[in-house]
């Protein structure tokens, strides 16, 4: 068997790593973040955010990130969600820190980190569906939300992206 000297295999893994960095995009874009939230008793509260932040793509996901406003009630927070082929994840850094994931028909459990504390979240996906390709399009998720056994919400994030 013949040996393959050490530096080709970290030239090769060199070369791996820069064509990945090297293939992501960024791009400046407005977005719309409609929130809808739909109680136990069918009363919805509606919230938009107009919001400038940024679209990108790597070769395994394509994401858009904004900086959160005291609008939503999370000022100091940035949003970051990514789509993926087969779910979307949504990210939450500064005043709280959250990471869900949504596919459809999957439960997850998460911690949701407050300023006022942790709170436990168990997030239940119906819908993604992504129309977000090259800085514009649209992502719905449908999904139950449940806060520490206190309540459980119905609610749908329509993000609606074009470029800035």
Known sequence: MKQTPLCYNYLY???????????MTEKKVMITCTSLQRDEHGKTDRMVLKT?????????????????????????TTTTIRMYD???????????????????????KSPYMTPMGP???VTTAHAVEDGIKDGHGRLRLVFEVELKGLFVHLNEIIIDVREA
């Open 13 to 23: 893994v060199f070369k791996y790593i820069e064509r990945r960095f090297n293939s």
């Open 86 to 108: 087969d779910r979307a994840t949504l990210s939450r850094r500064g005043s709280f820190l959250q990471e869900t994931i949504f596919r459809p028909g999957t439960v997850e």
């Open 52 to 76: 400038p932040g940024l679209y990108g793509e790597s070769p395994d996901y394509r994401y858009v990130t904004y900086e959160e406003t005291s609008l939503s009630g999370m000022d100091g």
């Open 119 to 121: 709170i436990q979240m």
